[in-house]
């Protein structure tokens, strides 16, 4: 038995923030930011939207398009850097603000890679029959962690919230197939929020520090990003005795368009086969993967046993890739 994926959903604030707008707060403007990183505009949740708030919307149309009662969801499974709470977890939240009482709920952290770990982690409990079904969410309000004032991390992020239902399925045609997951722990220097923690918990000196906001060396993360996914991709798609030629379609963590193409092309994998959407999201963390899988297939891109091809990576740092038969 496997788990397959039977609804999606997705949901972005409705502030847009264009390029021109982070003109007037850092050193700018709209072709550099195009240039770099193939952003154009980002969403960001409004004063009194959580990562909660954004998550639910995504989880009840995803639960709409599986034909599923939120009240019938049996595992709730986050991947989120920026949970409503310290604790508890925004999963938690979520149940509650669904109305469900069944469902055992959690979050993972894996930043940018959050929606795929958190996606593993459900397709073994419905693959083995310890669930009948699960909710995971990838949701993301990086804007709340991020310094407005530092160009080079204000530009490239946005918030949302993505989501996908898993049912079981005797299909050998379709199902998520393989998935890796991969760590390096001695890269957490390059992408990571230093304050806030129990290492350097909050106080004035963290403030005027802004160590609460995001930290980021731009160009190891992309050495160590188009390596590492082109590395991963290549695992599962071996693992499945497939080869980038079977790959109908590409849904990607949307971090960086530079990192997007310089992947594909190291995979010969032409880009078209990949749905693009951070020119008017920009990078939304754990959000981006559901969320581009959310639209690429309510655009109608996807037919049954179709090979699609799932990457992302994000702080940690933390990587992954999957291959799933729609």
């Given at each position: 038995?496997?788990?397959l994926?039977?609804?999606?959903?997705?949901?972005?604030?409705?502030?847009?923030v264009?390029?021109?707008e982070?003109?007037k707060l850092?050193?700018?403007?709209?072709q550099w930011?195009?240039e770099?990183?193939?952003?154009?505009?980002r969403?960001l949740?409004?004063?009194?939207e959580?990562t909660s708030d954004?998550?639910?919307?995504?989880?009840l149309r995803a639960l709409?398009?599986?034909?599923?009662?939120p009240?019938?969801?049996?595992a709730?499974?986050v991947?989120?850097?920026?949970?409503?709470?310290p604790?508890?977890?925004?999963a938690a939240?979520?149940?509650?603000?669904?109305?469900n009482?069944k469902?055992f709920?959690f979050d993972?952290?894996a930043?940018c890679?959050g929606s795929?770990y958190?996606l593993?982690?459900a397709?073994?409990f419905v693959?083995?029959?310890?669930?009948r079904?699960a909710?995971?969410?990838?949701?993301?309000t990086?804007?709340?962690?991020?310094?407005w004032?530092?160009r080079?991390?204000?530009?490239?992020f946005?918030?949302?919230?993505?989501?996908m239902?898993?049912t079981?399925?005797d299909?050998?045609?379709?199902g998520?197939?393989t998935t890796?997951l991969h760590t390096d722990?001695?890269?957490?220097?390059?992408?990571?929020?230093?304050?806030?923690?129990?290492?350097e918990?909050?106080?004035?000196?963290?403030?005027d520090s802004?160590?609460?906001?995001?930290?980021m060396?731009?160009?190891?993360?992309?050495?160590v990003?188009v390596r590492?996914?082109e590395?991963?991709?290549?695992?599962?798609?071996?693992?499945?005795?497939l080869t980038?030629?079977?790959?109908?379609?590409?849904?990607?963590?949307?971090?960086n368009?530079?990192?997007l193409?310089?992947t594909?092309d190291r995979?010969?994998?032409p880009a078209?086969?990949?749905?693009?959407?951070?020119?008017?999201y920009?990078?939304?963390?754990?959000?981006?993967v559901p969320?581009?899988l959310?639209?690429?297939?309510?655009?109608?891109?996807f037919?049954?046993?179709?090979v699609?091809?799932m990457?992302a990576i994000?702080?940690?740092?933390?990587?992954?890739a999957?291959?799933?038969?729609?």
């Amino acid at each position: 038995m496997r788990s397959l994926i039977a609804g999606t959903g997705s949901f972005a604030p409705a502030r847009v923030v264009p390029n021109s707008e982070l003109e007037k707060l850092v050193d700018t403007n709209d072709q550099w930011i195009v240039e770099r990183t193939g952003i154009r505009s980002r969403h960001l949740a409004g004063e009194d939207e959580a990562t909660s708030d954004l998550a639910v919307k995504a989880s009840l149309r995803a639960l709409e398009a599986a034909k599923l009662d939120p009240k019938d969801v049996e595992a709730i499974i986050v991947g989120t850097i920026t949970p409503d709470y310290p604790f508890p977890s925004a999963a938690a939240v979520i149940q509650g603000k669904l109305g469900n009482k069944k469902a055992f709920a959690f979050d993972v952290s894996a930043a940018c890679a959050g929606s795929l770990y958190a996606l593993a982690a459900a397709d073994r409990f419905v693959a083995s029959g310890a669930t009948r079904n699960a909710l995971v969410i990838g949701a993301d309000t990086l804007s709340r962690i991020t310094d407005w004032t530092d160009r080079n991390t204000c530009i490239l992020f946005g918030d949302g919230a993505g989501a996908m239902v898993l049912t079981p399925t005797d299909d050998p045609r379709r199902g998520v197939l393989t998935t890796r997951l991969h760590t390096d722990g001695a890269l957490v220097p390059i992408l990571l929020q230093p304050g806030g923690g129990s290492k350097e918990p909050f106080s004035q000196k963290v403030l005027d520090s802004k160590s609460h906001y995001v930290k980021m060396n731009g160009r190891e993360v992309f050495k160590v990003a188009v390596r590492a996914l082109e590395e991963s991709c290549r695992e599962v798609l071996t693992a499945e005795k497939l080869t980038t030629g079977d790959v109908k379609y590409v849904i990607a963590h949307q971090a960086n368009k530079r990192i997007l193409d310089a992947t594909l092309d190291r995979l010969e994998i032409p880009a078209s086969k990949c749905w693009m959407n951070l020119e008017k999201y920009g990078n939304t963390s754990a959000a981006s993967v559901p969320m581009t899988l959310d639209e690429a297939n309510r655009a109608g891109w996807f037919q049954p046993g179709d090979v699609i091809l799932m990457m992302a990576i994000g702080g940690g740092m933390a990587w992954g890739a999957s291959v799933v038969r729609w």
